[in-house]
């Protein structure tokens, strides 16, 4: 009998790893989500979100925090005097003019909450002061941001986070081992790469050549911007020969950040090795069908080992998408939300 169970949960883990690494269908949760006709492909639902979807400027209150650096970070702040604060992260070279940014601060703030949008260094709309700019496992600005954040006294703080966003919240709620600040009550992040090096080698698909382009040649502009303040650090004599990002890590993140490679810095930036140790409750939704999510970004057995840690996985919804047919409100934002009431603060 005892073989025979240890047999069907073989079995299981084999099931597990072939549904998400070839057919990459979802594998647990059972989400609400659902993609109309039209948008049941990954790159539609991606693609969608980022350029058509249409949001009202949002009247911002811009504050700018001197990092423990002396560098800056913008913060932009939409209040009304509640006692909850949501912190928002965006990804990859995105800011918080984002429309994943401005439509979930949209509904918090209409559900009485306070919203604080921060901007990574050199994503506010002016380049940082230091050598430094920010990558997935960089959490000293959130960590600042969050401290910045809980001096102003709020009773309730939760931290909502997109992709690289993401990524860095699940590493400094991971990092913090029973240590996290007593006003955090949990987090939402969607679409996030918890392997930076299996995403990277992802995004060398020949399917996601225009994500892939379009994130090397603004981060390549930086490199460029970068050198003309320190030229004696950043080296630009092979920047044209750049096509992925293997190359940009190893020539211009790894020697920045101090790694000794490309492979070093997708280690210890990985958001998967840091899932164990969170203790306040998280809910992580990665759609099945994200074109720049291989399945070791699905992490189902450390979901299940701890009990903070919601996995759920759509079947569809793209990168940062979630579409589901509500132009107003999408999906992500009415299941941050619930999950928000239901789980964190119940």
Known sequence: MARSRK???????????????YYHMPYIAQSSFKSPLLHRC????????????????LHYQRERIITRDNDFLDLDWLRSDSANLVVLSHGLEGNSNR???????????????????????SCSGEMNLALKLYHHGD????EDVVCHAIEKKYKNIILVGFSMGGSQIIKYLGSKTGKIPEPIRGSIVFSVPFNLGDSARKLSDFGNTVYRKRFLEK???KMLLKHEQYPEHIDISEIN???DFQQFD????????????????????SAFYYLQNINVPVLVVNAANDPMLPGSCYPIQESEKNKFVYLEIPKG???????????????SERRALQFTSDTIMA
Request: zero cysteines; aromatic letters at 18%; glycine letters at 10%.
């Open 7 to 21: 047999k069907l949960a073989f079995l299981q883990v084999i099931k597990s790893y072939l549904i998400l690494h």
């Open 42 to 57: 990954g790159h539609v639902q991606t693609i969608y979100a980022s350029i058509f979807r249409e949001l009202p400027n």
């Open 99 to 121: 429309s994943y940014i401005k439509g979930m601060a949209l509904v918090y703030k209409n559900a009485g909450w306070d919203v604080l949008a921060w901007n990574n260094r």
């Open 139 to 142: 959490t000293e600005d959130l």
């Open 219 to 221: 981060l390549k502009n």
């Open 241 to 243: 020969s750049i096509k």
């Open 250 to 269: 190893n020539t211009f993140t790894a020697p920045i950040f101090g790694f000794k490679h490309a492979n070093d810095f997708y280690k210890s930036g």
């Open 317 to 331: 919804g793209g990168h940062v998408g979630f579409y589901d047919g509500d132009k107003q409100i999408y999906w």
